[in-house]
């Protein structure tokens, strides 16, 4: 959604939060989105505390919330916010609570999971200051492993992201956006589809091959949240507060075993260290039951690789998109460390030297046109 919020809509939300906090909203502030079609703002409302029979708060009180704006009304059992929401909570992973929702004016009331992502956790002190966030995200992410997908593909209101998931198709729609948007419109290169069009669906096919698991589809370092600190030096568990909030999982699905993994440990916005990445993914394997499934710690090397493969190169064709299709180049100055991973990917995937060459000349000209644009 661009421009400004509606009036309308921040007036709707203001009534929202005085109706289940109790206490008048003393201000509003527009919040940077994402990259979608959702606006946010946060309210304040020092004092405020959750009417009886609501949803319970920390500590009793909340000085802030958050307003979802979407773009359109919604039925409350069919959005995919709500209905994710409430199995990932299920599973016991941390996500915002919902606190009201208008449907008709396409609004939601959020807890407020602060400012500090995980980005901003690792840029401010390193990897020893973010190491015992990143070890409980892969604790969060080897219980979404870990959860049932026994009932995929049966129809079950309650369980959206168990009825679909990742297949041929959605990959290569992903893959050729970024061919059309980056190599095309973004670079000003010829990227014929009958050239691209072989090593995508050998790509998709290989991906659709692995295991699945239910998947977060955008688990990365924005979309943690860190709440407080870890005064010992060791992570919580699950059965204790998370440390860790959960954002934008309206998407999830089943998917490859390692994409979410692929979406944390080769972020865009992240650059971890190799050793910090190595004992990261052990860790996943250890967890998650993984070991079970890739017997062969190659095995699931290479299936990680492919999944960062393509998770990679989907995000430059966003990043991409958000320039060449809606104006906005924030996402730009990320593109080089994203290629850098791509072939990093490929230099793994001997097998795939020759559409590493056929790469190569996009991903030097989109490092260029980064240059030329951020700098």
Known sequence: MTGEIPREAV???KEMAVDYFGAEVAGVAPLAGDASDRSYLRLRHPGGAAIPGGAAIPGGAAASSIGMILASSFDEQELPFINVQAHFRAIGLPVPEIYAADPGG?????EDAGDRTLEEVWNAGGWEAARPFYEEAIRLLAAL?????????????????LSYGFDEALF???LHMTRRCAFEG???LPAPEAEFGPPFAALAGELCALPY??????????????RGEFSTGEPAGLAEPSKLLVLDFQDARLGPLTYDLASLVFDSYASLPEEGRMALVAQFRAESG??????????FGRALCLTGLQRNLKAIGTFSYQKTERGNPR????????????????????????FAALLEPYLCALEETEKETVH
């Open 11 to 13: 007036a709707r939300l």
């Open 106 to 110: 396409g609004l939601l009331l959020l």
């Open 145 to 161: 492993r870990r959860a049932p997908v026994e009932d995929a593909g049966s129809e079950q209101p309650d369980r959206l992201a």
């Open 172 to 174: 290569l729609r992903e």
């Open 186 to 188: 973004l670079c000003g």
């Open 213 to 226: 698991a239910l998947t977060h589809r955008d688990y990365h370092s924005r979309n943690l949240m860190a």
């Open 290 to 299: 993984a070991e079970d499934l890739f017997p062969d710690p190659a095995a």
């Open 331 to 354: 996402y730009l100055c990320h593109i080089s460390l994203t290629a850098a991973h791509v072939r990093r990917h490929l230099a793994a995937l001997p097998e795939w030297s020759e």
